[in-house]
C-alpha cells in the first residue's frame, strides 16, 4: 500500500466542485484557512481500495493568474509539493469557459484528470461531448461523473489513484482544427516546433520561439526549477509575482506583456475543441430563461424578491420562536436542575453562583437563539443553491449603486436580520475589499434577532399602546442608519477613482437544490455557531460574573453595589448621561451587552434584582424602579436606539477581527459603532424629549 | 457604442475593453476577450444587464458596461 494520496479539487465557481468533494467526505471536513489570508481550506480524509486520500477543496477561481487571493492559493499549492493529482471538475454544460481553467491546469504540470460534472443536465438538453475525443486533445483522462447523482465517482478516484506520479499517459492526438489531413501525423508539419506531441496547448510560433528562449535562460540562471514552460509563460503573461521571483534580463524577448495573445490563443484552442467534441450545441437554456423572466424582471423582480425575504423571516421568527420555546423551557429545567443538585452537594456557593447565573445563563441564552438560526439558514442555503442569491444583486444593483455598493453588498445585509456574524462572513463574496470593508462597517446596524428582547421588554414597558410600532421602527432606523452610513461613506469617496461598485457575478443555472448540500451548508454554520457558545461566549459570561460578583474587598456574593461593575458603570456614567443612560446599572448592562445583545435584558433583571423580567409582574416592578430613578420613555427609547447600534457582540468583534485580519480595524469598528449609536440616542432622546 | 447602448435581445462583438488591468484580465479570464460574441439577455433602467458570454450567464453592472466597446451584429 502506498502512502496518503494528496488530491487537488479545482475548478470554477459553480462547477459544482463542492458537492462533488462533500461527494467524498460527507460533514466530515476540517475547515480552516489558508495560511496568512481569509480564503477558507476545506479538508477531508477518505478511504478508498486501502488507500488514504486526503482531499482539499480549492477555492473556485477562473483562471490561475494572481490578481486575486484565490487564484493565488490555487496555484501556490498545487506547484508545491504537496498534491499529488489534481481533479479538475468542470461543468460540462458551460465546458467552453470551463476548459479555460482547465488548460491553465495542464500546463502547470502536475497530473490532471478532468471530472466532467452535471452531465446529466447536458444530456438532458440534448447535447453530446465526445469523451473519446475530449482527452485524445486534452492528453488528460476525462471522467463523466454527477456530483448529485454520485454516479462516476469510484471510476474518477480509481483515475486519480492510478495517474499519481504521471502527468500525462494519454496520447495526443492532434487534427488542427479538422482541416487537411485528419491524421496522426500531421504533428509538426505546420509548425517549426515539435510541440504537438507533448504539450495540448501550443501557442503561435512568435510565443514558442520566446518560450524557447525564455526556457534557456531560466535553465542557465536557476537550475532546478521546475516546469520550465510554464514559469517561461507567466513571465511572457507579465506575472508580477514571478517577474519578482525569477528575474531575467531578456529585455528582447519580453519586450511587452504577451498576456492578451496567450488568452486569445487559448480560447481559440477552445473553440476548436468545442467545435470537435461538443454535438447539438445549444446556447441557453430554456428553464433558467423561463424562471428569470420573473425573478429578475425590471419591475416584478423587487417585489418577487421583498416576498420572498417576507416568507423567509415568518419562518425564522414563527417556527423559530415556537421551537425557541422549548429549548427555553429546557434550558429553565437544566438551571433549576443544576442549581437544586449543587445545592444538594452542597457545593460552594461561589461556584454555584459561578455556575449557574454566569456559565449556564449567559452560554445557555445563546443557545436558545439556536432555532431561529438553524432555520434562517436552512432559508438562505436553500435560496443560494438553487441559484436565486446570486439573482439578488441584479435586482439590487440599481438601488445600492446609489449608495457606491455593489449590488453584491446587499445578500450580507439580508442575513445580518438574522445575525451579524454570519452576515460579515458573507461579505467575503465581494472581491473589492472597500467595499467588503464598507459592508463590514454597516451590516451590524442590521438589527439582529438578538436585540429583539431588548426591543419587547422596554416597548412594553415604556409604551404600551405602541409597543409593536415602537420594536418595529428599531429594524427600520437600523436599515435607515446602515444605509446613511452607506452613502455618506459613499460621498467621501466620491472624487476617488471609484471602480469598487462594479458589479459582475456569474449567475448559475437554476437548478432544484441538493438537500445534502443544504445540511452540510447549515451543519457547518451550526458548528461554527456553537464552537463560539463554547468559546468566546463560556469566557465572556465568566468574566461577566466576575464583574458583578467582585469588588475591591473580594467576593461580595451577590450584593453588586459594591462590584467592580459598579464602579466601572459609575465611572462611565458621564459619557452616558448625555443621551439619557447616565445610571450606573444601565450603564453595566450595555457593557454587559457587549458579549452578546440579549444579555442586556438578562443584566437589567440582576442588577436590579427582578424575578421573571419578562412575567407582567416584573415588568411592573422593574418599571417602577426604573420611573422611581427618573428614567422615562425618552430614556427608554434612548436606550433601544443605543443597543440596536452600539458594538454588535464579541462574537460579531472577533469575526469582524478574523476576517480583517486586523485588531486595529476591529477596534476602529467598534469605535465608530459606538460614536454612531451615541450620536443617534442623543437626537432621538432630545427629540423624544422635546415632544413628550 | 459601448455594451451598456446595446438593446436586450441583440448580439455584439466585443471590440476593446477599457477597464482598469485587474477588472480586463478577470473578464478575459471569463472568456470576454477581444472578438467574443455577447448576447445581452436582459437590462434594467438603471443599467445593470444580464449577459451571456461562452456559453455562461453573468450580470454586470453599469460600470463595467460602459467600458467595453462593442459592434452589434446583425
Keep these: ?692 | 457604442m459601448t455594451l451598456l447602448d446595446a438593446p436586450a435581445g441583440s448580439r455584439c462583438l466585443v471590440q476593446e475593453l477599457d477597464l482598469p488591468m485587474e477588472l480586463s484580465r478577470r473578464l478575459e479570464a471569463l472568456g470576454m476577450i477581444t472578438g467574443s460574441q455577447v448576447n445581452v439577455l436582459r437590462k434594467k433602467r438603471r443599467g445593470a444587464m444580464i449577459i451571456t458570454v461562452r456559453g455562461t450567464r453573468f450580470a454586470v453592472g453599469m460600470q463595467i458596461a460602459r467600458h467595453i466597446t462593442v459592434k452589434e451584429e446583425k
Excluded at chain 1, 469510484?154 to 485528419?182: Q, R
Excluded at chain 1, 470537435?276 to 425590471?298: F, G, K
Excluded at chain 1, 468566546?536 to 459570561?541: C, E, L, P, Q, T
Aim: net charge negative; glycine share 8%; proline share 4%.
Design chain 1, 1 to 692: 500500500m502506498a502512502g496518503e494520496i494528496a488530491i487537488g479539487f479545482a475548478g470554477n465557481p459553480n462547477c459544482g466542485k463542492t458537492t462533488l468533494f462533500n461527494a467524498y467526505t460527507g460533514a466530515n471536513l476540517k475547515v480552516a484557512n489558508w495560511p496568512g489570508v481569509t480564503v477558507e481550506k476545506k479538508e477531508g480524509r477518505f478511504q478508498f481500495h486501502d488507500s488514504e486520500y486526503r482531499l482539499v477543496d480549492l477555492p473556485g477561481a477562473y483562471s490561475l493568474t494572481c490578481y486575486t487571493m484565490e487564484e493565488q492559493v490555487t496555484r501556490q499549492y498545487i506547484l508545491s509539493d504537496e498534491v499529488d493529482v489534481i481533479i479538475d471538475v468542470a461543468d460540462a454544460s458551460a465546458l467552453q469557459r470551463n476548459l479555460y481553467l482547465t488548460l491553465q491546469l495542464i500546463e502547470l504540470g502536475k497530473p490532471v484528470i478532468l471530472a466532467l460534472n452535471m452531465m446529466d443536465i447536458v444530456e438532458k438538453r440534448g447535447m453530446e461531448i465526445d469523451t473519446h475525443r475530449l482527452p485524445e486533445m486534452l492528453g488528460i483522462p476525462v471522467i463523466p461523473v454527477s456530483a448529485r447523482r454520485k454516479t462516476g465517482l469510484d471510476i474518477l478516484m480509481h483515475a486519480a489513484a492510478h495517474h499519481v506520479g504521471k502527468p500525462s499517459d494519454v496520447p495526443l492526438i492532434h487534427h488542427h482544427g479538422g482541416e487537411g489531413g485528419v491524421t496522426r501525423s500531421t504533428r509538426g508539419a505546420r509548425h517549426k516546433h515539435q510541440h504537438h506531441a507533448e504539450y495540448a496547448m501550443v501557442y503561435s510560433d512568435l510565443i514558442e520561439d520566446k518560450i524557447d528562449q525564455l526556457i534557456d535562460e531560466l535553465q542557465a540562471r536557476y537550475p532546478g526549477l521546475q516546469n520550465y514552460r510554464w514559469h517561461a509563460l507567466k513571465l511572457l503573461e507579465g506575472d508580477r509575482e514571478l517577474l519578482e521571483k525569477y528575474p531575467v534580463n531578456r529585455p528582447d524577448v519580453l519586450d511587452r506583456s504577451y498576456e492578451q495573445d496567450i488568452i486569445n490563443q487559448k480560447y481559440d484552442f477552445i473553440d476548436e475543441i468545442i467545435q470537435e467534441v461538443v454535438v447539438n450545441r445549444e446556447e441557453r437554456s430554456a428553464v433558467t430563461d423561463r424562471v428569470d423572466n420573473l425573478l429578475t424582471h425590471r419591475l416584478w423582480g423587487l417585489p418577487v424578491f421583498l416576498l420572498i425575504m417576507a416568507a423567509v423571516f415568518f419562518l425564522t421568527f414563527t417556527v423559530g420562536d415556537w421551537l425557541k420555546e422549548y429549548f427555553q423551557l429546557g434550558l429553565d429545567w437544566f438551571s433549576a436542575g443544576t442549581l437544586h443538585w449543587l445545592e444538594v452537594w452542597q457545593v460552594d456557593p461561589m461556584l454555584t453562583s459561578l455556575i449557574v447565573d454566569g456559565i449556564i445563563t449567559g452560554v445557555g441564552g445563546i443557545l436558545t437563539f439556536l432555532p431561529n438560526i438553524i432555520i434562517l439558514f436552512l432559508a438562505l442555503a436553500f435560496l443560494e443553491d438553487s441559484g436565486y442569491m446570486a439573482r439578488v444583486a441584479y435586482v439590487m444593483d440599481g438601488i445600492m449603486g446609489r449608495l457606491g455598493l455593489s449590488g453584491r453588498a446587499f445578500i450580507p445585509m439580508i442575513l445580518g436580520f438574522g445575525c451579524s456574524v454570519p452576515a460579515i462572513m458573507a461579505s467575503r463574496a465581494l472581491e473589492n475589499r472597500r467595499d467588503r470593508y464598507k459592508t463590514m462597517l454597516i451590516t451590524p446596524f442590521m438589527s439582529c434577532s438578538a436585540r429583539l428582547p431588548i426591543y419587547v421588554l422596554f416597548s412594553e414597558m415604556f409604551f404600551a399602546d405602541h409597543a409593536m410600532l415602537a420594536a418595529y421602527s428599531m429594524y427600520v432606523l437600523g436599515l435607515v442608519v446602515a444605509v446613511l452610513c452607506a452613502f455618506v461613506m459613499g460621498l467621501l469617496e466620491r472624487g476617488r477613482k471609484r471602480q469598487g461598485n462594479a458589479l459582475l457575478i456569474e449567475l448559475p443555472e437554476y437548478k432544484a437544490p441538493s438537500a445534502h448540500t443544504i445540511f452540510i451548508y447549515v451543519w457547518e454554520k451550526v458548528k461554527d455557531y456553537l464552537s463560539r457558545a463554547g468559546t468566546i461566549i463560556f469566557v465572556a459570561s465568566i468574566l461577566m460574573w466576575g464583574l458583578l460578583n467582585f469588588g475591591p474587598s473580594g467576593y461580595t456574593g451577590g450584593d453588586m453595589a459594591d462590584t467592580f461593575g459598579s464602579l466601572l458603570g459609575k465611572g462611565l456614567t458621564p459619557f452616558f448621561a448625555p443621551v439619557g443612560l447616565g445610571y450606573w446599572q444601565i450603564v453595566v448592562a450595555l457593557i454587559a451587552g457587549v458579549s452578546a445583545k440579549e444579555v442586556v435584558v438578562s443584566s437589567c433583571a440582576v442588577l436590579f434584582s427582578v424575578n421573571n423580567v419578562n412575567s407582567a409582574a416584573g415588568m411592573a416592578s422593574l418599571s417602577a424602579i426604573l420611573s422611581g430613578m427618573g428614567f422615562g420613555p425618552a430614556n427608554a427609547l434612548a436606550l433601544m436606539t443605543f443597543s440596536l447600534l452600539y458594538i454588535p457582540c464579541a462574537a460579531t468583534l472577533a469575526t469582524i477581527k478574523k476576517e480583517t485580519g486586523s485588531w486595529r480595524w476591529m477596534l476602529g469598528a467598534a469605535a465608530f459603532q459606538v460614536a454612531v449609536a451615541w450620536l443617534v440616542s442623543f437626537v432621538a432622546y432630545r427629540a423624544a424629549l422635546l415632544v413628550m
